[in-house]
């Protein structure tokens, strides 16, 4: 029996092809930094981040750099790509949401009230502004309870607040906001101004949780 050589068939090496290969093997990777204010150790804070995520996307053979995404956002949202609305928002997020749209103003001093208010948290600044605007007063004379959930009526009492307590409203079309509440003339004064309309044609809500969502669309209305 004869036997004969395999065929062989030599395939040139196409080595911009395998480049592509290996390139579209490797997964795109997009940093995203943040700052809450235009201040320079903000900005210096910004210049930091990008050198940091472009040096760690870089060095990782892995991965090829898809770009660096920034905001100035007063929210930030939860993530790079995510605002989630429906999540319930604490009392130091909605003040710190209240003073980025008031442009992040330096508060005039650092003396904290609270106990609970860890210096060097993000909030930190927003609480002793609140504070120095009489937009707060805490849950007690030594606490601000920060991680509490914030209610409908504490944050259209912080807006009413943070526009100067302006007169309230005579109609009140909610069966839930009694006149003697701390929040009623927030609360009227909101209507008035469209900031809000209620859960339905009759109900304020005042103690249910105020959302993301919610807390960004007063603000919306009552700065627009």
Known sequence: MN???PRVIKIPAKPESVRQAELQRQLRVAAY???STKEED???SYEVQKEYYTDKIMSNTAWTMAGIFAD??????????TFNPNVICTRAQAV???WRAAGSPKPETRTMPFTDIPAG???YDAVLWAVENGITKGTSETRFSPDDTCTRAQIVA????SEKSPAAGTANPFADVKSTAYYADAVLWAVKENITRGTTNTTFS???DCTRAQIVTFLWRCKK
Do not use: H
């Open 3 to 5: 036997e004969t050589a």
């Open 33 to 35: 930094c943040r700052v």
């Open 42 to 44: 903000q900005a210096n």
């Open 72 to 81: 100035k956002g007063i929210t930030g949202g939860t993530s790079a790509t």
């Open 96 to 98: 710190t949401f209240l």
């Open 121 to 123: 948290s993000y909030y």
């Open 158 to 161: 912080f807006l009413w607040r």
């Open 206 to 208: 005042p103690n249910a």
